[in-house]
């Protein structure tokens, strides 16, 4: 068995800079928390105890500081930015970096109604967040907030969901809905953004979209959210939310004698409800946008072959599906042999249940939705035909069955027994690359 080093990066975690502009008799602060990452050729660091490659944590953290004068902080975005280039130009075993940058708030203390000149208040929790990720000329920015603390005491219901014997949670008409909120927001491109006057608009419309929205459920309320930031902002290209549901009680005040119409609560930090989501712009304009950790994914999704999907995604941007499609079916004509069978054990026999484990369930249910499993005779007839299939190329029979009868497939089953095995191996792939083709349609619609 062989030992290899898997994926690794390092960097220095939790630089606190605090940047002061003192040009005028009123200063401006940007009170930052930043972490720093490298990724590249550093296997002779670890099997080889090799620092020639290494450019030290601790000089990741001077950058820091330098790049907070030489540079300057206008926005954590673009400190970020200008940070994570000048790493990777320092460090040329590098293929990328990434930076991730907290800002804490300050407000100018009031007085007299003005805000002084060089005195100020720390605000509150909340905490605004960026994530830069530099990789060769690509830069992806993620920008957000998190611990925005929020809460509504009406215009909120729960009720009408599904219970089983173990449920004794009663409907809510009228409940408080509170959340300390997480929210991150990636850009479509790093260039000719107003990162700070960005970070304003969206902050303003969570919050007037929470306020102002009746909610049926907190995930109903952060759906509204991430549409009227996308609707707003052509820049972004999709918003994700962590929201823990901070739950208020009505407290029973009978035993003494009051009633308690919605008026007194008992806040309960734990356990509580987490709800995660992500809205994004569908398409192929979104396709194209996002970063290869998003979308080689949902490529995989549609062909499990690693290599596969790195070289469609290598070939963005796409002007039209069609391109896409011919660049699919392009790479997949030079799948290995290691490649097919990885790719075919994905798939579930056909008129076999797809197992979560193992299979894509989701994709593979609707496929094989023309395949009644309730009939004892089809049913048979496709083990029987598996099984000698089995036998005969050892490896599982697939067919794009979306759109197909179960007796068109037992009769494609029954034709392809007599193939040679190249021929065989070659309509195999063809029959992988159409469920691609749907697949990677429904994913792009």
């Known amino acids: 068995m062989g030992i290899v080093l898997g994926p690794n990066q390092y960097g ?8 002061i502009v003192r040009d005028t008799a009123r200063h401006e602060i940007r009170d930052l928390n930043v972490s720093t990452a490298l990724r590249g050729d550093f296997a002779s660091a670890h099997t080889a105890g090799d620092q020639s490659h290494v450019l030290p944590t601790d000089t990741q953290k001077n950058t820091a500081f330098v790049y907070a004068k030489k540079h300057g902080v206008t926005s954590p975005e673009d400190y970020a930015l200008a940070l994570g280039r000048r790493l990777l130009e320092a460090t040329p075993a590098a293929s990328g970096a990434t930076i991730g940058v907290e800002e804490y708030a300050w407000d100018r203390i009031d007085v007299d109604g003005a805000g002084h000149d060089h005195a100020f208040v720390r605000r509150g929790g909340e905490v605004r967040t960026t994530r830069v990720d530099l990789t060769g000329d690509r830069a992806v920015v993620v920008s957000g907030l998190k611990d925005l603390v929020v809460l509504k005491s009406t215009g909120s219901e729960f009720k009408g969901f599904l219970r089983d014997e173990y449920t004794t949670l009663p409907d809510a008409d009228d409940r408080i809905l509170a959340t300390a909120l997480r929210a991150e927001w990636r850009y479509a491109g790093a260039t000719g953004v107003d990162w700070d006057a960005t970070y304003a608009a969206v902050r ?3 919050l007037a979209t929470f306020a102002t929205t009746y909610s049926r459920a907190l995930q109903e309320t952060l759906y509204a959210m991430g549409r009227a930031v996308l609707e707003a902002h052509e820049d972004i290209a999709e918003i994700s939310f962590s929201a823990p549901n901070k739950h208020h009680f009505l407290v029973d005040l009978a035993p003494f004698g009051l009633d308690n119409p919605g008026e007194v609560f008992v806040a309960a930090d734990r356990p509580y409800g987490l709800i995660e989501a992500t809205v994004t712009r ?10 290869a950790e998003v979308a080689r994914p949902l490529l995989l999704t549609c ?6 999907a790195d070289e469609v995604l290598a070939r963005r941007p796409y002007d039209h599906l069609a391109e896409v499609e011919e660049r699919m079916l392009e790479v997949a004509l030079t799948i290995t042999d290691d490649e097919l069978e990885h790719a075919l054990a994905r798939h579930p026999r056909i008129g076999e249940r797809a197992d979560a484990a193992r299979h894509d ?18 049913v048979r007839r496709l083990e029987e035909g598996n099984r000698a299939y089995e036998e005969r190329f050892g490896q599982v029979f697939i067919i794009r069955a979306a759109g197909r009868e179960a007796p068109e497939i037992l009769d494609e089953l029954q034709r392809r027994l007599d193939n040679t095995d190249d021929d065989e191996r070659v309509e195999t792939i063809n029959q992988l690359a159409q469920i691609a083709l749907l697949r990677v349609r429904e994913v792009l619609a």
Do not use: I
Request: hydrophobic share 35%; glycine share 4%.
């Open 282 to 291: 569908s398409g192929l304009e979104a396709f194209n946008d996002q970063p």
């Open 12 to 19: 220095k975690a939790e630089t606190r800079v605090v940047r």
């Open 204 to 206: 303003a419309l969570l």
């Open 303 to 308: 062909l499990d072959v690693p290599r596969w």
């Open 361 to 378: 369930v989701d994709h593979s249910t609707r496929e094989q939705s023309g395949v009644d499993r309730s009939d004892a005779d089809v």
